[in-house]
């Protein structure tokens, strides 16, 4: 938990918080996957937020990792909760509506933004950046090589860094990534 962002550490504290609340003080060598069942069932049949498959099955990885740990430390012999002995919940999977639409479809909606949208479009098109990364841009990730991105993501972990060079040939509608950098600080 110490390695990950803020709000997942937050959201496991909670989990395990609940976690401690529903077990109490029995002996981890007495945990069987009956139980695991039961406390899964337990939390989905919360009616607080926080009762949903998803969120449930959250809370029994929490659980599922706390066993493995105490089989690290030596407290039991042999998990409860393994794919053979317990199951998650399955989760069905979301119809997402996809859109036909292409990137020229976009540029030709730009035509009725102002300026800046219209470059945050291009600039988005040629990067691929996540949009948290791309308002942490500032004057010091221009280089002379190019744009140096240091996604938000892996900024506190590996602190990778993603160059975006000034080639021109990489164009979108008629202007590289030079070309739009130049119009934003404009």
Same mark, same amino acid.
Not at 40 to 57: A, C, F, M, P, V
Not at 95 to 109: E, G, K
Not at 127 to 154: A, F
């Given at each position: 938990?110490?390695?990950?962002?803020?709000?997942?550490?937050?959201?496991?504290?909670?989990? %395990?918080?609940?976690?401690?609340?529903?077990?109490?003080?029995?002996?981890?060598? =007495?945990?069987?996957?009956?139980? =695991? &069942?039961? *406390?899964?069932?337990?939390?989905?049949?919360?009616?607080?937020?926080?009762?949903?498959?998803? &969120?449930?099955?959250?809370?029994?990885?929490? *659980?599922?990792?706390?066993?493995?740990? =105490?089989?690290?430390?030596?407290?039991?012999?042999?998990?409860?909760?393994?794919?053979?002995? @317990?199951?998650?919940?399955?989760?069905?999977?979301?119809?997402?509506?996809?859109? =036909?639409?292409?990137?020229?479809?976009?540029?030709?909606?730009?035509?009725?933004?102002?300026?800046? %949208?219209?470059? &945050?479009?291009? %600039?988005?098109?040629?990067?691929?950046?996540?949009?948290?990364?791309?308002?942490?841009?500032?004057?010091?990730?221009?280089?002379?090589?190019?744009?140096?991105?240091?996604?938000?993501?892996?900024?506190?972990?590996?602190?990778?860094?993603? %160059? @975006?060079?000034?080639?021109?040939?990489?164009?979108?509608?008629?202007?590289?990534?030079?070309?739009?950098?130049?119009?934003?600080?404009?």
């Amino acid at each position: 938990t110490p390695t990950k962002a803020q709000s997942t550490q937050i959201e496991e504290a909670r989990h %395990l918080s609940k976690l401690r609340t529903m077990i109490g003080e029995n002996p981890v060598s =007495a945990w069987q996957p009956h139980h =695991a &069942y039961r *406390l899964r069932d337990t939390i989905l049949s919360g009616t607080q937020k926080g009762s949903g498959e998803t &969120y449930t099955n959250r809370v029994m990885q929490k *659980l599922k990792h706390l066993l493995t740990k =105490a089989i690290e430390w030596g407290v039991i012999a042999d998990h409860p909760m393994t794919e053979s002995k @317990f199951k998650m919940l399955p989760v069905p999977k979301k119809h997402q509506m996809r859109l =036909a639409v292409s990137i020229q479809d976009v540029l030709d909606a730009t035509e009725f933004c102002p300026p800046w %949208l219209d470059n &945050y479009v291009r %600039l988005k098109i040629l990067t691929g950046l996540r949009q948290m990364d791309m308002l942490l841009l500032t004057r010091h990730c221009i280089t002379d090589e190019g744009l140096l991105v240091t996604p938000s993501k892996t900024e506190n972990s590996s602190g990778v860094q993603q %160059l @975006f060079s000034w080639s021109p040939d990489v164009r979108i509608d008629g202007k590289n990534l030079k070309e739009v950098i130049d119009d934003i600080i404009s």
